[in-house]
């Protein structure tokens, strides 16, 4: 499975866009990225994927690079809440089993600031 | 809609003593479940998964197990704990497929004393 490096931390300042970068230089055809986010004693909550288009929902924006190496999380106007770590996480193929288990690195905690 | 049920929120265990903890999901059928740990200021470990009941997937060795007796519960177990099975543990639901979220609950807080 394709491993990421994310940043172990960054700050943002409130109503400011926050825009968490992921490296996964070693992503294959079929492995799209996925993010999630944690906020302090909660369990994970997913936010976006993406395989190879842009993608936008209502809590963020995924930016991919045309080579697919990297991306870019972005949410448009962070606030307090949005404190938390988020990690980035390139889906585990196996075959053609569908288990579609995740695989989570260290992730960047994201420190929202007023 | 769909939605996770984990219990308990937290428990404290002595050492040598027998552990259950249960996952249930509604409003899906055939899910793939999940177990994950996460211990302090650690990330998060995936233990167990399953596609369908009686079918399990155990991910690291360990004192633990894990049972799915029904289509939409997850039960994870251990005969008799240790202090390194402490921990922050969440069960994840999906539906069938490679490209489906994850769908986390909200954990059980286990401290082994």
């Known amino acids: 499975d394709a491993k990421t490096t994310q940043p172990p931390s960054m700050d943002c300042a409130e109503g400011r866009a926050a825009n968490l970068p992921c490296n996964h230089s070693?992503?294959?055809?079929?492995?799209?990225v996925y993010w999630y986010r944690q906020i302090h004693s909660q369990g994970p909550q997913y936010i976006i994927h993406?395989?190879?288009n842009n993608e936008t929902n209502e809590m963020a924006s995924l930016i991919i690079t045309e080579d697919r190496k990297s991306s870019t999380l972005i949410l448009p106007h962070a606030t307090l809440r949005d404190t938390a770590v988020y990690y980035c996480i390139v889906r585990f193929t196996e075959g053609s089993s569908n288990t579609g288990k995740l695989i989570f690195g260290q992730g960047t905690t994201l420190q929202v600031k007023p | 809609s769909q939605t996770i049920h984990q219990w308990p929120a937290t428990l404290v265990q002595p050492v040598g003593s027998p552990l259950s903890l249960e996952c249930t999901v509604e409003?899906?059928?055939?899910?793939?479940l999940y177990w994950y740990r996460q211990a302090a200021g650690r990330g998060l470990q995936l233990l167990f998964y399953?596609?369908?009941?009686?079918?399990i997937s155990s991910e690291v060795p360990q004192n633990l197990s894990a049972s799915r007796p029904q289509d939409r519960q997850f039960i994870l177990s251990s005969k008799k704990l240790l202090l390194s099975d402490s921990g922050f543990y969440l069960c994840?639901?999906?539906?069938?497929?490679?490209?489906?979220?994850?769908?986390f609950g909200n954990g059980t807080r286990l401290t082994v004393t």
């Open positions: 994840a639901w999906s539906v069938e497929g490679l490209r489906s979220p994850l769908h």
């Open positions: 993406g395989l190879k």
């Open positions: 070693t992503i294959s055809g079929n492995e799209y």
């Open positions: 409003g899906t059928s055939n899910p793939n």
């Open positions: 399953s596609v369908g009941i009686g079918q």
